[in-house]
């Protein structure tokens, strides 16, 4: 084997990776010290510390860390950390050895545990304390515990390099009154956005709009709803509205079909420039096509709607493609509805 070049036999690892994935790359990287490097990339690119075996498993891996002969942590492209409780600090400082380090997620398990509002802010002062994910580009956020907004401003002045923020979970955004926003830059780069929280999506909103100049959005992901204060999120629509490229939007918390019409054209009427939509979990799908409708003007390529029946609903929803506005959709997916478990399960 060492008789092939390098550049051709990485080729070969790098097929059967993403052809069979990392399972294989052990037996690549046994195959001979050539093929080593190549496979170990591969091999630990992902890295989870899952927090039910946290304990366990970090022990191991910061063992195998300082046995190691090869640098590994370069060969982290993506990391889930997974906790119920405070950060491990010296676990922390290694993960600065992580310089290739792209995807980042932060979650904590959906028991109830009071701890849980360390991690935020034990990795808030991680960041603040070194150079720890300098170059990390998609941050995703998956917390069962309310996000403080001073706290999450703080991590995104200290990460320069973020291109996508995801922010889910079961929980708010909050701001005491009395603490004031701190003064942290914000990413440059920050062009993509997922939001889906109980409440809080117009606070985040209003501090983005406070910024000397509002960033730019090209992607949302919103998950709303109606009982939120979301009077900055419109405002955010009116100004940078026309600029967006894909947008999926969900309202929830309605039990009035107005209420989401309401909120769903009162965003769309700015949005002239999207190549991407998608409308799911509407408390109310049947005034989708009155929403749709809203759109000034439309440059969609792609369309994605809940799977919705009823004579008026196909009726309208059919008039409403037909129009001008959406002569340049070129696929239309519709999502069938969620099972709804909770009546499933009554006969049991």
């Given amino acids: 084997m060492q008789d092939f070049p390098q550049e051709l036999t990485d080729k070969v690892i790098d097929a059967v990776y993403f052809d069979a994935g990392s399972k294989c790359m052990k037996t ?16 630990f690119s992902t890295l989870r510390l899952d927090s039910k075996t946290y304990t366990d498993r970090a022990g191991a891996f910061f063992q195998l860390l300082d046995n190691s002969p090869f640098p ?45 509002w360390l991690v935020l802010q034990d990795f808030c002062r991680s960041i603040q304390s070194g150079n720890l ?28 390099s973020l291109q996508k923020l995801c922010i ?39 501090w983005v709009l406070s910024l000397p100049e509002a960033p730019t959005f090209t992607s949302l992901e919103l998950r709303l709803n109606v009982d939120d204060e979301l009077d900055s999120l419109e405002e955010y629509f009116v100004r940078k509205g026309g600029v967006l490229e894909s947008l999926s939007l969900a309202i929830w918390g309605a039990s009035d079909r107005y209420q989401v019409y309401l909120l769903g054209s009162r965003l769309l009427q700015h949005t002239t420039a999207l190549s991407e939509l998608k409308i799911t979990d509407l408390e ?10 809203s759109i000034p003007s439309s440059k969609l390529e792609a369309l994605t709607i809940d799977e919705y029946h009823g004579t008026s609903f196909l009726a309208d929803l059919a008039e409403t493609l037909g129009s001008p506005v959406f002569s340049t959709v070129q696929s239309i997916t519709r999502v069938p509805p969620k099972p709804d478990w909770g009546r499933f399960m009554e006969g049991y």
């Fill in 28 to 43: 690549c990287s046994l195959v001979c010290r050539q093929w080593l490097p190549r496979s170990r990339l591969h091999l």
């Fill in 72 to 116: 590994i942590l370069p060969n982290v492209q993506s990391l889930d950390l997974r906790y119920d409780g405070p950060l491990d600090e010296a676990h922390m400082a290694r993960l600065q050895e992580c310089r290739n380090l792209r995807d980042l997620g932060i979650a904590t398990s959906w028991e109830d545990n009071e701890k849980h």
């Fill in 133 to 160: 994910f300098l170059v990390v580009s998609c941050l995703d956020f998956r917390l069962n515990t309310d996000i403080y907004l001073p706290v999450l401003i703080k991590i995104l002045g200290g990460i320069p």
């Fill in 168 to 206: 889910t979970g079961s929980y708010n955004i909050t701001a005491p009154e009395e603490t004031p926003a701190p003064s942290s830059p914000f990413p440059p780069n920050l062009h993509a956005l997922n939001i889906s929280v109980v409440a809080g999506t117009g606070l985040f909103f209003g």
């Fill in 284 to 293: 109310t799908p049947s005034v989708l096509p009155a929403i749709l409708s």
